[in-house]
């Protein structure tokens, strides 16, 4: 009898390494795809749909494994079984830990991407855009933060030529400057 519980604790343990260790192995490698995918446009683009598939995937796996466990713990309460007090308040606490930094940094993130990048993107037409300052006969613009030059016909800079601005094509009617972009 006392060998039937050690085989079935022993397969049960075995199940719940491979589960997990798989699970891991998973999220380190869709790391390694959202890291390649951010530094890559274009493979971003391609395997979208398929990563965030993935990812759902593997958030679902996450929580089954949580709700398997967290049902294991009550059944081990309800049995009245020695440390399973101790066991629901440590796995509460652990979990409590894992979550709340969580939710401060998304809730962190989510305040800065609405609030500050979205007024980065409102431009006021009405003004040289970024503050900058034209010279020598509206030939050149200036960035203010990096005082580079800009060359309004081309968009080229001495600076560094392979960081040129674009350029649009522009017609003046009457008063009215009409940028075609």
């Known amino acids: 009898m006392l060998n039937k519980v050690r085989r079935a604790t022993s397969v049960s343990s075995i199940v719940v390494r491979l589960l997990v260790s798989t699970v891991a192995v998973t999220a380190v490698l869709l790391l390694v795809l959202l890291a390649a995918a951010s530094a890559n446009t274009e493979?971003?683009?391609?395997?979208?749909?398929?990563l965030y598939t993935a990812n759902i995937a593997v958030?679902?796996?996450?929580?089954?494994?949580?709700a398997v466990l967290v049902v294991v713990i009550i059944t081990r309460l309800r049995k009245g079984k020695f440390g399973t007090r101790l066991l629901a308040k440590l796995a509460f606490f652990?979990?409590?830990?894992?979550?709340?930094?969580?939710?401060?940094?998304?809730?962190?993130?989510?305040?800065?991407?609405?609030?500050?990048?979205e007024s980065w993107f409102d431009v006021n037409v009405e003004t040289v855009p970024g503050d900058?300052?034209?010279?020598?006969?509206?030939?050149f613009i200036y960035c203010p933060w990096h005082q580079w030059g800009f060359e309004l016909a081309t968009g080229t800079t001495t600076v560094k030529p392979e960081w040129s601005i674009r350029t649009y094509p522009v017609r003046i009617v009457g008063n009215d400057v009409l940028v075609m972009a």
């Open 59 to 66: 958030a679902l796996i996450f929580m089954g494994i949580v």
């Open 43 to 50: 493979f971003f683009d391609r395997y979208y749909q398929w």
């Open 132 to 139: 900058a300052v034209m010279v020598r006969d509206l030939e």
């Open 94 to 117: 652990f979990a409590l830990v894992g979550v709340v930094p969580g939710g401060i940094i998304y809730i962190v993130s989510y305040q800065f991407v609405s609030r500050s990048i």
